[in-house]
C-alpha cells in the first residue's frame, strides 16, 4: 500500500474525526479483558461457531449497504463490492464455522525416548485483547476477515477502520454493534489519534494491514508492550512472462489485476517484466482486453473504480508524469482526471529506474514494462528489491516456471494468473520481511489469533526420575545407555 495513508499517520486535508476520548477506549479495553478471562477464554467451538453465524447474517442483512458505503466511498462497482468484499469475508466466516472444531482440538505429538513415561500436546488457547486495523483499500473484507479468524480463536476484539473511507467504517461500527455487545467487539473510528491511543494499551495481539512505512510504526509501539503483530503489508510485486507464455491469456490476467480496484490492491502486479520481443504484442492485446472490459467510454463506466482520494490521485498521476519526464514512454491509457479522481488504466515503457514509479508501491492503475533479454536477467531485477507480497509467473514451460520460484522470493505466488492465491483459504496469505510478517486466511487465521501452547503430561513413573542427583554410577551408566540412542 502507498506510504502515508492509513492510521496512525497524521495526513492533511482528511477529514479527520475530533480527537480521541482516551478514556473511554481505557473503560472499554479493561471491559473486554474482564471479559476474556470469565467468557472468551472458556468459549466452546458451538459458541464461537454461534457468534461467526450472527456475524454472518447480519453481513448478508447489510449487503445492500455494504454496496452502496463502498461505491460511496470511492465509487466502486457495487458488484465489485460484492466480488471483492461481501463474498471473501463470507467465505473466511464459513471456512472457519466448518473447521473450527477440529482447529480447536488438541494436537497429540511424539514425545522422545529420553522422556519415557510422558506425554505431550499443542493446545490453542486465544490470545486475550486483539486490536485490528483495518485499511481504506478493501476496508470491509480487510477487517472482516481477520475479525472472523480472532473470534474462531476466542479473542475480545477493538477493530480500527480507515478514516479514508467514512461511510464505510461509519456501517462497520453500526453492524459489529449490532452482532456484539462491547465487551466482546469495539469499534473506534477517528483519525491517527485513535489508533495512537489504541496501541498504547497492554494489547494482546496488533493486527495491522497497511503499508510498510506504517507498519513499522505498528511494530515500534508493540514493542513497548512486547505485544505480538501480524503485519500484512504490501511492496512492489512483480509479474514476469516467459517466452514461453500464451500472451493473449497473460494480458486478459494482468490487466484485470490492474484494473480491479483501480489497483489499489495490495497483491497488484506493480511491475511487469516482459521479453523484448513481446512487448509490443502485449500492449496491443492490453488494449483489446480494456476495450472488453469497459466498452470505449471508460471514464464514464461505473464499473470502472476511482482513486481514494485527492492526494493518492495527486501521487499516482505524478508517478506518471515524473516518469514520462525522465524518458518514459505512455503506450496505452495515460489520461486522468482530478475532478473525478480518474486515472486511465496506464502502460509505461523505457521506464527509469530511478523514477518513483519504480521505487514506490504504485497502489493505481499502472504499470511499467521492463524488458529483460534472458530469465537470469529478470530474476536478477527481482532479487534487487525488497521481498514482495506477490509474484506472479506467466509461462508455459515448468522449467522456468521452477527456476523462477527456487531463485526467488515472496509472500505467495500465482502461475498464470493474479491475486488468486488468497481466494484459496487453504494457502497461508501473507510477507516476508518488508512486505509482512505473519500470515492469516483460514486455519492461518486461527493460528494468528492463537497461542500454541505447550503441554507435557507426566505419568506417575518418569524415566527422568533415575537421573536426578545424586549423580551415582547407576546415574553414570543410564545416561550412558541413553546417550547411545541420540547417535
Given at each position: 500500500?502507498?506510504?502515508?495513508?492509513?492510521?496512525?499517520?497524521?495526513?492533511?486535508?482528511?477529514?479527520?474525526?475530533?480527537?480521541?476520548?482516551?478514556?473511554?477506549?481505557?473503560?472499554?479495553?479493561?471491559?473486554?479483558k474482564?471479559?476474556?478471562?470469565?467468557?472468551?477464554?472458556?468459549?466452546?467451538?458451538?459458541?464461537?461457531?454461534?457468534?461467526?453465524?450472527?456475524?454472518?447474517?447480519?453481513?448478508?442483512?447489510?449487503?445492500?449497504?455494504?454496496?452502496?458505503?463502498?461505491?460511496?466511498?470511492?465509487r466502486?462497482?457495487?458488484?465489485?463490492?460484492?466480488?471483492?468484499?461481501?463474498?471473501?469475508?463470507?467465505?473466511?466466516?464459513?471456512?472457519?464455522?466448518k473447521?473450527?472444531?477440529?482447529?480447536?482440538?488438541?494436537?497429540?505429538?511424539?514425545?522422545?525416548?529420553?522422556?519415557?513415561?510422558?506425554?505431550?500436546?499443542?493446545?490453542?488457547?486465544?490470545?486475550?485483547?486483539?486490536?485490528?486495523?483495518?485499511?481504506?483499500?478493501?476496508?470491509?473484507?480487510?477487517?472482516?476477515?481477520?475479525?472472523?479468524?480472532?473470534?474462531?480463536?476466542?479473542?475480545?476484539?477493538?477493530?480500527?477502520?480507515?478514516e479514508?473511507?467514512?461511510?464505510?467504517?461509519?456501517?462497520?461500527?453500526?453492524?459489529?454493534?449490532?452482532?456484539?455487545?462491547?465487551?466482546?467487539?469495539?469499534?473506534?473510528?477517528?483519525?491517527?489519534q485513535?489508533?495512537?491511543?489504541?496501541?498504547?494499551?497492554?494489547?494482546?495481539?496488533?493486527?495491522?494491514?497497511?503499508?510498510?512505512?506504517?507498519?513499522?510504526?505498528?511494530?515500534?509501539?508493540?514493542?513497548?508492550?512486547?505485544?505480538?503483530?501480524?503485519?500484512?503489508?504490501?511492496?512492489?510485486?512483480?509479474?514476469?512472462?516467459?517466452?514461453?507464455?500464451?500472451?493473449?491469456?497473460?494480458?486478459?490476467?494482468?490487466?484485470?489485476?490492474?484494473?480491479?480496484?483501480?489497483?489499489?490492491?495490495?497483491?497488484?502486479?506493480?511491475?511487469?517484466l516482459?521479453?523484448?520481443?513481446?512487448?509490443?504484442?502485449?500492449?496491443?492485446?492490453?488494449?483489446?482486453?480494456?476495450?472488453?472490459?469497459?466498452?470505449?467510454?471508460?471514464?464514464?463506466?461505473s464499473?470502472?473504480?476511482?482513486?481514494?482520494?485527492?492526494?493518492?490521485?495527486?501521487?499516482?498521476?505524478?508517478?506518471?508524469?515524473?516518469?514520462?519526464?525522465?524518458?518514459?514512454?505512455?503506450?496505452?491509457?495515460?489520461?486522468?482526471?482530478?475532478?473525478?479522481?480518474?486515472?486511465?488504466?496506464?502502460?509505461?515503457?523505457?521506464?527509469?529506474e530511478?523514477?518513483?514509479?519504480?521505487?514506490?508501491?504504485?497502489?493505481?492503475?499502472?504499470?511499467?514494462?521492463?524488458?529483460?533479454?534472458?530469465?537470469?536477467?529478470?530474476?536478477?531485477?527481482?532479487?534487487?528489491?525488497p521481498?514482495?507480497?506477490?509474484?506472479?509467473?506467466?509461462?508455459?514451460?515448468?522449467?522456468?516456471?521452477?527456476?523462477?520460484?527456487?531463485?526467488?522470493?515472496s509472500?505467495?505466488?500465482?502461475?498464470?494468473?493474479?491475486?488468486?492465491?488468497?481466494?484459496?483459504?487453504?494457502?497461508?496469505?501473507?510477507?516476508?520481511?518488508?512486505?509482512?510478517?505473519?500470515?492469516?486466511?483460514?486455519?492461518f487465521?486461527?493460528?494468528?489469533?492463537?497461542?500454541?501452547?505447550?503441554?507435557?503430561?507426566?505419568?506417575?513413573?518418569?524415566?527422568?526420575?533415575?537421573?536426578?542427583?545424586?549423580?551415582t554410577?547407576?546415574?553414570?551408566?543410564?545416561?550412558?545407555?541413553?546417550?547411545?540412542?541420540?547417535?
Open positions: 500500500m502507498p506510504t502515508l495513508q492509513e492510521s496512525p499517520v497524521k495526513l492533511p486535508n482528511s477529514n479527520q474525526t475530533p480527537s480521541v476520548d482516551k478514556t473511554e477506549i481505557e473503560r472499554v479495553f479493561n471491559l473486554q474482564k471479559h476474556f478471562h470469565k467468557v472468551m477464554k472458556l468459549t466452546t467451538a458451538g459458541q464461537r461457531i454461534q457468534r461467526l453465524k450472527k456475524l454472518k447474517e447480519a453481513i448478508f442483512k447489510y449487503s445492500p449497504e455494504i454496496e452502496k458505503a463502498v461505491n460511496s466511498d470511492f466502486k462497482s457495487e458488484r465489485e463490492v460484492d466480488i471483492t468484499e461481501i463474498m471473501p469475508s463470507i467465505s473466511e466466516i464459513n471456512d472457519a464455522i473447521h473450527l472444531r477440529r482447529w480447536m482440538k488438541p494436537v497429540d505429538v511424539k514425545t522422545p525416548m529420553t522422556l519415557f513415561g510422558s506425554k505431550s500436546q499443542i493446545i490453542y488457547e486465544p490470545r486475550g485483547v486483539v486490536l485490528i486495523i483495518g485499511p481504506w483499500n478493501y476496508p470491509f473484507y480487510l477487517t472482516f476477515a481477520p475479525l472472523a479468524a480472532a473470534i474462531a480463536a476466542g479473542n475480545t476484539v477493538l477493530i480500527k477502520p480507515s479514508f473511507t467514512p461511510v464505510t467504517s461509519n456501517l462497520i461500527q453500526k453492524i459489529i454493534s449490532e452482532v456484539f455487545p462491547k465487551e466482546e467487539v469495539a469499534v473506534f473510528e477517528g483519525d491517527y485513535v489508533s495512537g491511543a489504541l496501541m498504547e494499551l497492554p494489547l494482546d495481539h496488533i493486527f495491522f494491514t497497511g503499508s510498510t512505512h506504517v507498519g513499522k510504526i505498528v511494530m515500534t509501539a508493540a514493542a513497548k508492550h512486547l505485544t505480538t503483530v501480524t503485519l500484512e503489508l504490501g511492496g512492489k510485486s512483480p509479474a514476469i512472462i516467459d517466452k514461453s507464455a500464451d500472451i493473449k491469456k497473460a494480458a486478459k490476467k494482468l490487466i484485470w489485476g490492474k484494473v480491479l480496484n483501480a489497483g489499489q490492491t495490495c497483491v497488484a502486479p506493480d511491475y511487469l516482459i521479453p523484448n520481443e513481446l512487448v509490443k504484442p502485449f500492449v496491443e492485446e492490453a488494449k483489446t482486453v480494456v476495450k472488453e472490459f469497459y466498452g470505449s467510454s471508460l471514464k464514464e463506466n464499473d470502472f473504480c476511482r482513486i481514494v482520494n485527492d492526494r493518492n490521485f495527486n501521487r499516482v498521476s505524478g508517478y506518471i508524469h515524473e516518469a514520462v519526464e525522465k524518458g518514459a514512454k505512455i503506450e496505452m491509457g495515460g489520461d486522468t482526471d482530478a475532478s473525478q479522481n480518474y486515472i486511465e488504466p496506464t502502460l509505461l515503457s523505457n521506464v527509469p530511478n523514477s518513483n514509479i519504480m521505487e514506490d508501491e504504485i497502489f493505481g492503475p499502472v504499470l511499467p514494462m521492463i524488458p529483460y533479454t534472458n530469465l537470469d536477467e529478470a530474476i536478477e531485477k527481482i532479487n534487487s528489491k521481498k514482495p507480497l506477490a509474484l506472479y509467473i506467466f509461462g508455459k514451460k515448468d522449467r522456468s516456471i521452477k527456476k523462477i520460484l527456487k531463485e526467488t522470493s509472500g505467495g505466488v500465482a502461475v498464470n494468473d493474479v491475486i488468486l492465491h488468497l481466494a484459496n483459504p487453504n494457502l497461508p496469505f501473507g510477507g516476508v520481511n518488508h512486505s509482512g510478517h505473519g500470515s492469516y486466511h483460514g486455519y487465521g486461527f493460528k494468528a489469533f492463537s497461542h500454541e501452547r505447550s503441554v507435557l503430561r507426566q505419568a506417575a513413573l518418569s524415566s527422568i526420575d533415575l537421573m536426578y542427583p545424586p549423580y554410577n547407576f546415574v553414570k551408566r543410564l545416561v550412558s545407555f541413553t546417550k547411545k540412542f541420540l547417535v
